[in-house]
């Protein structure tokens, strides 16, 4: 049996065939170890910011209280200010230190979730490669 002018024989299109679904094969096996190392990397980096979230929370929840009215009663009777101000400047200042501290975890966790960008990268690569392999643009 002869092939069409300009196809391969039969024998020929199942070799390629088996070729590239082991490469797919090995493609996937690799995109999941970079996965895996991606999220090694992005959870060792997390830990610092995730920490500082419960750490400023707890410090929000636990200590702020007794520091705010302390705080306050000092403002009161060192500089006679009245309850209200010295209240609302306590109120102002931790808020402040506590967003700021919040900020700083959140970049800190931003900055950790930037390694799975190699993953998705590497994905999208690997589908345009699929893609182009499967296309009838030959």
Known sequence: MKSEEGHAPREHVSKNLRGLVGDAIKLVDLQLQLFTVDVQDFWSQAKIGLALVVFASLTLV???????????????????????AA???????????????????????????????????ELSNNLNWFRDAFSDDD
């Not at 636990?62 to 209200?84: K, M, P, R, T």
């Not at 109120?91 to 930037?114: C, F, K, N, Q």
């Open 62 to 84: 636990c200590g702020l209280i007794v520091l705010f009215f302390g705080l306050s009663a000092f403002l009161e009777s060192q500089l006679n200010w009245s309850e209200h």
């Open 87 to 121: 209240f609302f400047t306590v109120g102002i200042a931790g808020i402040a230190v506590a967003g700021g501290l919040l900020y700083w975890a959140a970049r800190r966790i931003t900055y950790s979730a930037e390694k799975l960008t190699r993953s998705k990268e």
